[in-house]
């Protein structure tokens, strides 16, 4: 039972254009949605964050959009750049429920994104 | 501030040895976790202390024993390694439980 799900596996697009990288999720009572970018041979680095309160959340380059009626999430990245090649995970937990908040954060599979220059 | 280290980076053992990996944090966290990555599974939580003197099962807890030594320090034991346990091993740390994990670089442990 996969509670997060990143159906694309891979993903490439040239250098300048937009990354589209989506995740959708099973489980009504996640509240908050993060997205890490993993290097190869390196831990996953925190890159973005959106509580379900909200729809749209930008940092720079970076957007992150949830449909909650949809269960699904998606992170933009404008323009891409060649340093933006690397595996993204989507992670999600159930911030805000009390005791049977454990900080637990459930992750999907990850998606491989090549950005040519 | 080095964020979250752990050591070691590599590991080979055989089946049925033991081994602790070890893993520290000086971001002054109060919640600690132990998660292992699989090819095409993500990232499943082993173990997870979410505040010191505390620890608690994640998902795949089974073979595993955790400790949780002090505020900054929080290790991983294999009793009785097994081939099914390679994998590579981060350990992550949040200010509480349900804030944003920041993770270390990982150990890559291979059971022959």
């Known amino acids: 039972d996969q509670q997060v799900k990143q159906n694309s596996p891979s993903l490439s697009v040239q250098e300048g254009r937009i990354s589209i990288l989506n995740c959708d999720y099973t489980n009504s009572m996640f509240d908050y949605f993060l997205w890490y970018k993993k290097y190869p041979a390196e831990g996953p680095t925190f890159l973005i964050s959106i509580s379900s309160i909200k729809d749209k959340n930008e940092d720079g380059r970076f957007t992150v959009f949830l449909n909650k009626s949809a269960k699904h999430l998606s992170l933009h990245i404008v323009p891409s750049q060649p340093g933006d090649s690397a595996v993204y995970f989507c992670a999600a937990s159930e911030r805000s429920h009390g005791s049977s908040n454990t900080g637990k954060l459930i992750f999907g599979q990850g998606t491989t994104l090549q950005v040519k220059p | 501030n080095a964020g979250v280290t752990q050591t070691p980076k590599f590991q080979v053992l055989k089946t049925g040895q033991s081994m602790t990996l070890q893993c520290a944090q000086d971001?002054?966290?109060?919640?600690m976790y132990w998660y292992r990555q699989d090819p095409g599974m993500g990232l499943r939580l082993i173990y997870y202390s979410a505040s010191e003197g505390t620890t608690d099962k994640g998902e795949v807890p089974n073979g595993y024993n955790v400790s949780r030594l002090n505020k900054r320090e929080f290790s991983l034991r294999l009793e009785s390694a097994a081939p099914s346990q390679t994998s590579v091993y981060f350990c992550a740390s949040s200010m509480d439980r349900g804030d944003t994990q920041y993770f270390g670089p990982g150990t890559r442990l291979t059971v022959l």
């Open positions: 971001m002054n966290h109060n919640s």
